[in-house]
Every structure is written in C-alpha cells, then in structure tokens.
C-alpha cells in the first residue's frame, strides 16, 4: 500500500498551492484537499496587485522577501509570473509609504512627475498630486501561477472537501474529509472562508470578517499600451480615496476596483442587499473619471468574499491548534509563496514565524 503523505492542505486556492509547494521543495509530501477547483475561490479571475508599499515596515520585509520567492518560482516553473510594469500609488500617503519602503533594504521605489506618471500609466487623466512608483511591484499573473502550481503539485490536488479536522492523542492529525478518514503528522489550513469553521471546530475563534467584494473589468480603447502599472488611487482626486487597478495579461483589459468592502453577516447574507451593486456603480464611475484610456461600459465583474482581519485590510496571521495550522488574512495572493514557505517550515516542526502569530497583529500601520 503508498504510505499517507505527510501532510494534510485544506484548500487549493494560492495560499495552499504555495504550502504545498513549498512543502515539496522539502522533500515532504503533501495532500491538498480543494472541494472545487483550484483557484476558484478568492484566488479566482485574472491579475492581482504585487505591491511592496504597507503602512507596516515588517509586512514590507515579508514583501520583500516574497518577490525574491516569486521570481524563483517564476524562473522554475518556465513563466512569467508578475509583471515588470511596476505600481504607481497617488494621494496624500505617498511620502509617508516613501518613507518607510525608503527605510527597507533594496526596494527600488521613488516619487515621479506627471509626466513620468503619463508614461508608466497612459491610461490615467491629468494628474498632479503626489505620485510614487514602485518598479518592483506589477500585476501578478494569477491563472498561470494557479495553474503552474497545481501542475507541479500533480496528484497530490485532490477533490474532495473536508468536513472537519481534529488533533489526535497521538500527536497526529485526524482528517475527515466527504470520501477519506486520514491521520496525517500534521495539517494546514487554508481554506479562504472555509478556514474560520474548521477552527472552530478545534475550539479556536478566529476574528475572522467576512465580507463581499467587486472588481470590474474594462476594455482598453484602441492598441493596448506596451507597458501599463498597476495603480493604487488614494488621491480623492477622481472621488474616491481607495481605488486599486491592475491590466491583464496583453494589456487589452484593466480591472478596477475600490478598496471598500461590503460587510455580511456569517451565514453570508447580506444587510443591504443593494450595497454591492452600489460599490460597482462607483466603481464605474471612477472609470469614467479617472481612466479615459478605458472604454467606461465594464466587460467582466468579479463578486467575491474576502476574508480581513480586524487590525488591517493587508493583516494575515496563523493560528495553531496541535498539529494543525490555520493561515487567514486578505490581500495575500502576494504573500503567498513567502508565506507558504513559513507555512511549511512550521509544518515539518521549526516555530511558527514570530510575525505571522496573532499576537504580533502583522500588518497593523505602525
Ligand atoms: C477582486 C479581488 C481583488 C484582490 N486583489 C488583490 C491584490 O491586488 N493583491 C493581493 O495580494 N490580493 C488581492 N486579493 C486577495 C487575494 O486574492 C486573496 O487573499 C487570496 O487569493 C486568498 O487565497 P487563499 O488561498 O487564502 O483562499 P482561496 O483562494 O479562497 O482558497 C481557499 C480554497 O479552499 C477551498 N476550501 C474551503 N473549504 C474547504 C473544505 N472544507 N474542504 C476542501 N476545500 C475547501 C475553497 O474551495 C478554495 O478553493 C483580491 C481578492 C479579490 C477577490
């Protein structure tokens, strides 16, 4: 019979995939339980940001250090994996987010004039204000990093959802799961909104805030720029103070979305059942402000729940019960290969990192 893998992965999404894969460049075998398909959950639809700019200097560190990540995997699984296009942040945080990626080490960034502005981002309207550029930053490509990861990981990605989880009296892990019961050494989980309901299970209370999200996507107008950064609005400038923008693939299609988020309630319904429709409404209007480049009649949407942490929109912790690790934040498909790499350290027994503990509320603006 094929000995049991090692470890147990609740969740396929990228934070998963990374552990996974971080567990493998390790020699140790893993069994990723995904109950859909890989990357369908809040790590779905095309681009995300890969910004180094955080109001926290130790999640800047991680960032960092997670481009380093990015940039091996890239080079070992044959793509490009973010783009080289950088991010351009405008508004009244500027200098303050100079400052502190000034302080880190080897972080190209710098502010920029309107014309600079114009040529990393030409689909943006006159602007003036304070600008930066962050030219380690770009748009990560996320279908082919899902897909990439999930190749490697070849079988071990199976479908199949777990149904609870639980430490054994023999240091183990017990996996329940719709088709299998598995004892594992050890078991992580990182399953988006999934994750809070298995911790419970295990007596842990997550101060997980489940929310509900929308990005919109639009057409380029004519021949898609050869290059274009991602943007980070916190100007008030175009009427909004929290808008991030990232281009697809081929620069054809830039999506938009704001920051804010709509709150739930924890079966998932909604309050204000218009309020998401609003959010993509002043999305919408944005574009038409903000972004002339951009034919204004969305192409694509993307209503999503996003998992936040109450001390930041960019916190992420780990929690641990036993054997049994639970990783759960928003804004981490950046993090993810660092943080799947800290994941699988504590996985096959070194401590959990000092930063990714709750207590160290990582993150948090300092
Ligand atoms: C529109 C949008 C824009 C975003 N922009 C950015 C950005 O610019 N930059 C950035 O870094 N981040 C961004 N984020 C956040 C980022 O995408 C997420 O934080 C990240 O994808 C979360 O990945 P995950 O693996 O933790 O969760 P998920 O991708 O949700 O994966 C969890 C997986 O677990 C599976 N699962 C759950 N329960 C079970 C179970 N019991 N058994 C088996 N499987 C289970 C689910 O099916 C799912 O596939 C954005 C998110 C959205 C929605």
Redesign the pocket.
């Known amino acids: 019979m094929d000995q049991a893998p090692e470890v147990a992965v609740?969740?396929?999404?990228?934070?998963?995939?990374?552990t996974a894969y971080a567990l493998a460049e390790r020699g140790v075998t893993a069994r990723v339980?995904?109950?859909?398909?890989?990357?369908?959950?809040?790590?779905?639809?095309q681009?995300?940001?890969?910004?180094h700019a955080h109001d926290d200097p130790r999640m800047v560190e991680l960032t960092r250090q997670g481009r380093a990540v990015w940039d091996e995997w890239s080079d070992r699984l044959g793509a490009e994996l973010i783009s080289g296009d950088g991010v351009v942040a405008l508004g009244s945080p500027v200098p303050r987010r100079l400052r502190i990626l000034q302080e880190a080490d080897g972080i190209p960034v710098r502010s920029v004039d309107s014309a600079e502005l114009h040529a990393r981002m030409p689909l943006l309207a006159d602007y003036r204000g304070p600008a930066m550029l962050d030219e380690g930053g770009g748009a990560?490509r996320?279908r082919v990093a899902v897909e990439r990861l999930a190749d490697a990981l070849g079988d071990s990605v199976v479908t199949?959802?777990?149904?609870s989880l639980h430490p054994t009296d023999r240091g183990t892990v017990e996996v329940l799961?719709a088709v299998g019961r598995e004892e594992y050494a050890t078991a992580v989980v990182?399953?988006?909104?999934?994750?809070a309901?298995?911790a419970r299970s295990v007596g842990l209370s997550l101060p997980v805030q489940p929310a509900a999200?929308?990005?919109l996507t639009f057409q380029v107008e004519g021949e898609p720029p050869e290059r274009v950064a991602?943007l980070q609005d916190s100007s008030g400038e175009f009427g909004e103070v929290g808008v991030?923008a990232?281009p697809y693939p081929g620069n054809s299609r830039y999506?938009v979305?704001l920051s804010q988020t709509v709150e739930v309630r924890e079966d998932g319904s909604f309050a204000d059942p218009a309020a998401l429709a609003e959010l993509s409404d002043r999305a919408h209007a944005y574009v038409t402000r903000a972004l002339p480049g951009l034919d204004p009649e969305p192409v694509e949407y993307?209503h999503?729940?996003?998992?936040s942490l109450p001390w930041s929109e960019d916190g992420m912790a780990v929690w641990e019960a036993g054997r049994i690790f639970f990783?759960?934040?928003?804004?981490?498909?950046?993090?993810?290969p660092r943080l799947g790499r800290a994941l699988a350290a504590a996985a096959v027994g070194e401590e959990l990192e000092e930063d990714l503990r709750p207590a160290a509320a990582l993150g948090q603006p300092r």
């Open positions: 609740i969740g396929a999404g990228i934070v998963g995939l990374s339980y995904e109950r859909g398909l890989p990357g369908h959950g809040q790590s779905g639809g681009s995300r940001i890969f910004r990560i996320t199949d959802e777990v149904i799961s990182c399953a988006g909104l999934g994750t309901r298995l999200h929308v990005r991602c991030y990232v999506a979305g993307l999503c729940w996003v998992t990783a759960a934040g928003h804004n981490l498909f950046k993090q993810a």
